[in-house]
Nanobody, 115 residues
Framework: QVQLVESGGGLVQPGGSLRLSCAAS????????MRWHRQAPGTERELVAM???????TYADSVKGRFTISRDNAKNTVYLQMNSLKPEDTAVYYC?????????WGQGTQVTVSS
């Protein structure tokens, strides 16, 4: 079955960095726009960053200047480089795209920013 598989989460101190990866299984990214979302306990899932196949990425105001989204279509992988992490970045991070006109989600990867 088609799926998205995230990896790279973990525990990091404030000010630290992490790089998340999301790989597509059994399908190709193609021209799809790829997105990273996050959800902290007790909150709604929010869009963090998105990258079209051809075009500029966009970011939530809360992560601008700290996070960078990128994609490698040859590897069917999208990345989220997170720098200068803050405790409020703690959440489960999900990648997402449309597949057959429906939202396809990965299982999520936990990011915890704490000293």
């Amino acid at each position: 079955q088609v799926q998205l598989v995230e990896s790279g989460g973990g525990l990091v101190q404030p000010g630290g960095s992490l790089r998340l990866s999301c790989a597509a299984s059994r399908f190709s990214f193609g021209a799809r726009t790829m997105r990273w979302h996050r959800q902290a306990p007790g909150t709604e899932r929010e869009l963090v960053a998105m990258i079209p196949n051809n075009g500029n990425p966009t970011y939530a105001d809360s992560v601008k200047g700290r996070f960078t989204i990128s994609r490698d279509n040859a590897k069917n992988t999208v990345y989220l480089q997170m720098n200068s992490l803050k405790p409020e970045d703690t959440a489960v991070y999900y990648c997402n795209c449309l597949y057959n006109a429906q939202n396809l989600w990965g299982q999520g990867t936990q990011v915890t920013v704490s000293s």
